[in-house]
């Protein structure tokens, strides 16, 4: 166990016993949420931080599950000493509704009916994430969070609670987002989408009730992802030709890149045994985020009665969520004259940049951070 | 029908008649072409064109089949008065080897067994294609073709004829091409045969023994294709995020570019009937393309007994191929103070430019076909 980390860690749950009533018409009557937290609370609670997690990211950020060997999906910028430093901040992480890490999601029962919810949960859009884990602030006894902070997915929630709940943040970190998807963000979630969707094994969703999951489209859709995570540039640098042996001629894995994505797909389609009903929630809360949308389409008019600080950072090889996607959150808060910092971090790790060591990267989050610490007494 | 058109066509077979020694070291002991005509070899067989098609290409570049409304791939470019002038050029398409459009392929019956060859079909390389296509000049009894002309995969067959048979081409057209596959092409490929070869209809290849397709995967693998021709910038231009009905937040097709893509997939694995076996043959003929790789891995020494002059073209939106894939192809060919003349157009469009009207294109395109017809006497 590294030294600088929050060491072994434990999940907690926190039960909503009041329905959500969400987005797209539907209702929870109850549900769970799972989440840990790293770091102590200070006496007039003013250093808690909440960290969105991503597609596949869940609550456990930092530090170590006993007898397990990975840290947390962010341990590099959470713990002691660290950008989101737990000496200091009482860190929050919280799996979301429609997850399958513990919060209640489609692998959960359907208190109706006895049997999973599968298909049947509700999709969840991202203004859903921010009532639930509001819901969380208050039980935690916060009034308001000395930051929330999250990558990609992650920092289209932080768009969101600025925008849903100004008075509940004083600082907003936007780390490789979008105000909304393209239509080619989109296009790669649908092909995602269509791969689990058309595995034999899908079951229209109510494969845990046959016993099986659809492993070859769930794998599928990993390997689609990983492709867009890494730059073209690292990818060549990573794998190049290089091939795992020698020019077989078949169908075999013959090139390096070919066996390291047929590997995080199998990883991610059996050992990791995410839901495939989460993946599609999740693709689709993407695809349904759009903040400006409620504002005439106008992220300027969304961004009118924010409060928070904003930190936005991209990289410069992202081409998920390029430079240019964090440039129009920046220029709608500076329509506003809202107090915005910015960094376009060079890097080569494409959109998995924001999850990865970098000196520069660091600099500019611990300093941000520092601020806010300073800011709240931390 | 249009009037510049070639008009009714109607494609034609040769058989090979010999055995085809293949790179990966199998034996294809006789195979057919297929191909198309249009317009006349002049007296003394200067003025003939070879057209190399790309992944999904066929030997049917322009005109019309009876009965049929749909005109040849690459209608806008060749016919009379087009950049490829059939009033002043013979032009010859040519299905490869291992297609699934009546030249010999994976669907085609293996002597051997009575049975189609399937997965048994050797894997084939683009040497392997400029040697059967090099039958098929002599056939025609044509000493040298005016030039060799292909976009895609087919300007990488246009690169070997040039590297291989030096003294058989005149001239060399590669449009939106590449040296080789960089580890993003390679891994785009990689997951559309997973997304193949993983259907439970594909029966490892054997499935017409089945009386199945994999449909599915098939689908798939076009459906990532198709969004790796487009540009991100076009796709937004083109669909943005514009809704096909309304909302509906279930997991339906909502958006304008999911319909688009699931059309596009389903159209490919349904009604053209593209073969699935030759989809895998196609993606690793472009994973092979190497052409440097038996000149110590230079490109440069790879050209230098080249005698074609070259025209290189490439578009500014062509993410797969883009602009600095076709500038290493004219970077070597000048090492060799070979002559090349470089396009880069403009264009939206992404690797689908190539097939697409635009003024620049064509005239840059008009402008070289013309001085090879006056070089020929055509």
């Known amino acids: 166990m590294k030294e600088n980390s929050v060491g072994l ?7 909503v016993d009041e329905p959500l009533h969400t987005v797209s018409g539907s209702v929870i009557p109850a549900y769970d949420l799972v989440y840990e ?9 003013s250093n808690a931080i909440l960290i969105c997690h991503a597609l596949s990211g869940n609550h456990h950020v930092a530090g170590y599950y006993d007898g397990d060997e990975k840290p947390g999906w962010w341990e590099h910028y ?11 901040f009482f860190v929050v992480g919280v799996n979301n509704l429609g997850g399958c890490h513990g919060s209640t999601g489609p692998a959960s029962i359907n208190p109706e009916t006895g049997r999973p919810w599968g298909p049947d949960f509700p999709i969840i859009t991202v203004k859903d994430w921010v009532v639930s884990q509001d819901k969380l602030r208050e039980h935690l006894g916060i009034e308001q969070w000395a930051a929330v902070v999250g990558g990609s997915l992650g920092g289209m929630q932080v768009i969101q609670w600025a925008i849903d709940r100004p008075d509940r943040l004083r600082h907003a970190v936007v780390i490789a987002a979008a105000p909304r998807l393209s239509a080619q963000n989109i296009a ?10 058309s ?3 899908f079951h229209g969703g109510r494969y845990l009730e046959h016993g099986v999951i659809p492993k070859r489209g769930l794998a599928l859709a990993r390997m ?14 990573k794998f190049g030709r290089e091939l795992r042996d020698r020019l077989k001629y078949n169908f075999d894995v013959e090139f ?11 990883k991610f389609a059996t050992r990791s045994k995410f839901d495939a009903n989460t993946y599609l929630l999740m693709t689709k809360a993407l695809d349904y985020f759009d903040p400006a949308a409620e504002y005439d389409h106008d992220l300027s008019k969304a961004f009118a009665r924010v409060q928070a600080g904003f930190l936005v950072v991209s990289f410069t090889s992202d081409w998920r969520f390029s430079p240019e996607r964090s440039e129009e959150i920046v220029r709608a808060l500076l329509d506003n004259d809202k ?31 520092d601020r806010v610490a300073r800011e709240v007494g931390a």
């Open 9 to 15: 860690v434990k999940p907690k749950t926190f039960h």
């Open 37 to 45: 937290t790293y770091g102590q609370l200070n006496a007039d609670k």
């Open 78 to 88: 959470v713990g002691p000493g660290k950008p989101i430093d737990t000496n200091r």
């Open 188 to 197: 790669f979630n649908e092909v995602a989408r269509t791969a689990i969707m």
């Open 199 to 201: 595995d034999p094994d």
């Open 224 to 237: 689609l992802g990983h492709l867009t995570y890494l730059s073209d540039d690292l990818m060549g640098k």
């Open 256 to 266: 390096q890149v070919e066996s390291y994505l047929r590997y995080q797909g199998e």
């Open 339 to 369: 107090n915005v910092s910015y960094a376009e971090i060079e890097s080569q790790h494409g959109h998995d940049a924001f999850l990865l060591p970098n000196p520069f990267y660091e600099g500019v989050f611990s300093a941000y951070m």
